[in-house]
């Protein structure tokens, strides 16, 4: 996952001043705290964050003051000596390219919250890197604190360690215990012991609220007190998450560094392990621009060869006359390399009609050929049969190279006028991914940017944005050639500077060539077949789970009282925790009692209707996600739906569905099984699936060697059941289903890197037990102990790990300072050969199997979902398709052990798998 460091300034700054002696420099200025804080912001840099900002209070009052007159009122005045050092400090974060954020009208934690909360939601992993316990009710699966100066992390399990208190309930916590140094007025005498005690009875400050007449002594008394002041003091403790930012937080990339700036200020005040650092190409190379992204990078000596050149503007061509087309035709026969791209007029490549055509062949030079511009006023251009019929030979000519960036959208929307694009030989798209996947997105303005230090033409730019963009068509010649050409010669530049990368590396060369560029043909074919869906049985099915859910809604009424909305946070959180007042385990960011799945599944065994809700709000997926929205993705033109395959997506060679996503129907329930029987055959074909059996299982015995994981395989044995013989010591034949549950989790579970901890919440059994499971398992198979400690120990040494093609990922964390950051990196160090290798194998089975269907017309590849490939065949032929395609299936790769393919045939998918 990206990640984004939120540095707390005012945190670093007074940790520092408190934390360190009263240090200055020759010219007697103080130093003392100025040092820590330059101290934690290189241990920052070093885990090459994504994202980063560096947060501090503006001047002026904040909405806390205004709700609470005497807010902070007890603080002393900041020192002179601390002063002094504000300006330096922030001269320092400037010139190390952090961008640094001040919002006027609230403090630097609600800034921190704000970003913190948008980032997660995206996917995007936090750190917040401070020392400030109110912090720590941000805390959640994709938000963690760390202290940089005590080098300690807290995560949600860290936080109840630390404070006995989970994430939802540090603002209750704070509110009880009040605070002194912003002169938050809490419950006289209690101390962090007695607010923990009180939220671990009664969970919320609201219940501890009610229940004051229940608590006995003087602390009671004091609580009764309070009871007035504790909704303003949780309201002044609660990090504000909604403030409105200038900035998204993609927009917090890392600046180039300033190193004039620095090794000025590092002289002056003394600091010289920076300044070494600084100047050296050992230990300060993290500075130096490695964990820039793109759009702010300048060039790193040895990294990607910039070329000024590159960067030079283009000069293009409009075509609008025949003449110009015939010359330019001439340079296309001519040419080595053609590097091609279309206009349309949609993102959908089957739909979309072509507004034009752009080329390049040699760097810096590029027309455009309008075709359907058709704005007042717009200039004749030339007839759109006519130059497709003059373009469909070179098209065609799979001995002329021809390069694209993604390249599959093109070939798609050509298709449409009955041209088939053969000789596709490079793609800039898959050239990035194949050299490195992690790191940068693989879009064209991405990759100019990190590539060829140059920022092409936005396309709001030319055509507007938002509710006033127009049309391609509409857009007038002299700017669409601006931007549709520079499309093409940029793609052109693109490809000059990572294919001379990949030659430098033959088995990632090796990769491009054998498997991703000669997948795009077959991608491309997939997707204009499309698969048949009964549109019918789906509106069925959405008929009756809009039934079902009808139903669910009538017994939640029946078990409340009174109707009410299950759609409706807001009336849900009214019924269970006013009314039925079941307790509050999880809230939202604003405090309030949260109604999502986690919250729902934590309480659904103290009463039916969570349960339901969850039942409901399952349903609703289904038919929103599937039911409906299939339906509505068929293709007028040809009864079908397409989705779009994604090369460059998935960071260990998985291909990626989107459009709609056929990856993740659900198989596990009766209704996402349903779903898969609406995949339909046309009359007299048959649903063929055929399906690697435990390919990853199998990958990760050939990579280790193991003994027993070898015989297992070779032997046709029931992997997870002779697991559970060894690590129970049974005969197989005693194997239980709860053995054999075990064994499957341990299997699978390895190789994601889950612990003991994973491994016994998700068999429901102590963590000591489970960790007696793992440690039997390694006694059993120690070849798989020695790989994940060889693979770890390589990706330390390397900074990447290999699929057995050769295919790398990066691990840009695998030397982090956090230990979270690394240990995410030493999982992923230990699951992606496998994962990766499994995508391979899979890619060069599709090409093979193309290859051998030719140009059949009685059989057809229709979609590829994770390790299964799903074809059309037609009733008469299906086991000859059958035995060939497991034959060239398991012959995909050559393992220490044999690639099992299960294959199974019906009407539909689902009856087929």
Known sequence: MPTLVLIDGSSYLYRAFHALPPLSNAAGEPTGALFGVVNMLRTTLKAKPDYVAFVCDA????????????????????????????????????????????????????????????AAAQGIDVIVSTSDKDMAQLVGPHVTLSN????????????????????????????????????????EKCGPKTAAKWLAEYQTLDNVMHSADKIGGKIGENLRKALQQLP???????????????????????????????????????FNAALKDLDSKGAGDELRGANVPAQYRKPVAGESSLDPALAAAGVYDCVT???????????????DIIAFDTETTSLDPLQAEIVGLSFAVNSGAAAYVPLAHDYPGA???????????????LFEDASKAKLGQHAKYDMNVLSRYGIEVRGVKFDSMLESYVWNSTATRHDMDSLAKRYLGYTPIPYESVAGKGAKQIPFGQVALQDATRYAAEDADIT??????????????????????????????????????????????????????????????????????????????????????DELKLPVVVKTPTGQPSTNEEALEAIAD??????????????????????????????????????????????????????????????RTEEGRRIRQAFVAPAGFRILAADYSQIELRIMAHLSGDAGLLSAFVGGQDVHRATAAEVFGLPPDQVDGNQRRAAKAINFGLMYGMGAFGLARQLGIARNEANDYITRYFARYPGVRQYMD???????????????????????????????????????????????????????????????????????????????????????VIDEIGDGLRQRMSAAAELAVPLVVDIGTGANWDQAH
């Open 232 to 270: 303003l003091s949780r309201q002044l403790a609660t990090i504000k998450t909604d403030v409105s930012l200038p900035q998204a937080v993609t927009d917090l990339g890392l600046r180039e560094r300033d190193d004039e700036t620095l090794r000025t200020l590092y002289a002056r005040y003394g």
């Open 321 to 335: 006359e025949m003449e110009q087309l015939e010359q330019w035709l001439s340079l296309l026969r001519s040419a």
């Open 606 to 667: 103290q009463h039916e209707l969570p349960r339901l809700i969850l039942d409901y709000r399952g349903l609703a997926k289904l038919r929103s996600t599937y039911t409906d929205k299939l339906a509505d993705n068929v293709n007028p033109h040809t009864g079908r739906v397409h989705t779009s395959y994604g090369q460059a997506i998935a960071a260990t060679g998985r291909l990626s569905s989107s459009d709609p996503n056929l990856q993740n129907i659900p198989i």
């Open 379 to 393: 200039p004749a251009q030339l007839p759109r049969d006519t130059v497709l019929a003059a373009l469909k030979p």
């Open 148 to 187: 940089t100066m005590t080098n300690t992390t807290l995560d949600p399990a860290g936080v109840f360690e630390k404070f006995g208190v989970h994430p939802a309930q540090i603002v209750d916590f704070l509110a009880l215990m009040g605070d002194s140094v912003d002169n938050i007025p809490g419950v």
């Open 59 to 118: 001047s002026g009052p904040t909405f806390r003051d205004e709700l609470y007159p005497a807010y902070k009122a007890n603080r002393p005045p900041m020192p002179d000596e601390l002063r002094a050092q504000i300006e330096p400090m922030m001269q320092i974060v400037q010139a190390l390219g952090m961008p640094i954020l001040r919002e006027s009208g609230v403090e630097a934690d609600d800034v921190i919250g704000t970003l913190a909360l948008q």
């Open 790 to 876: 060889n693979i770890r120990e390589q990706a330390h040494r390397d900074g990447y790990v290999e699929t057995v093609f050769g295919r790398r990922l990066y691990l840009d964390d695998i030397r982090a300072r956090n230990p979270n950051l690394r240990a995410g990196a030493e999982r992923a160090a230990i699951n992606a050969p496998m994962q990766g290798t499994a995508a391979d194998i899979i890619k060069r089975a599709m090409i093979t199997v193309d290859a051998w269907l030719g140009e059949r017309s009685d059989a057809r590849m229709l979609m590829q979902v994770h390790d299964e490939l799903v074809l059309e065949v037609r009733e008469e």
């Open 492 to 577: 052109l530049r693109l490809h000059q500077v990572l294919w001379s990368k990949l030659e430098t590396e033959p088995s990632l060369r090796k990769v491009y060539e054998e498997i991703e560029a000669p997948l795009i043909p077959v991608l491309a074919r997939m997707e204009q077949r499309g698969v048949l869906i009964d549109t019918q049985a789906l509106r069925v099915q959405s008929h009756e789970l809009a039934k079902r859910m009808h139903e669910i809604s009538q017994t939640a009424f029946g078990i409340a009282g009174r109707s009410f909305s299950l759609d409706s946070p807001k009336q849900l959180q009214a019924i269970l925790f």
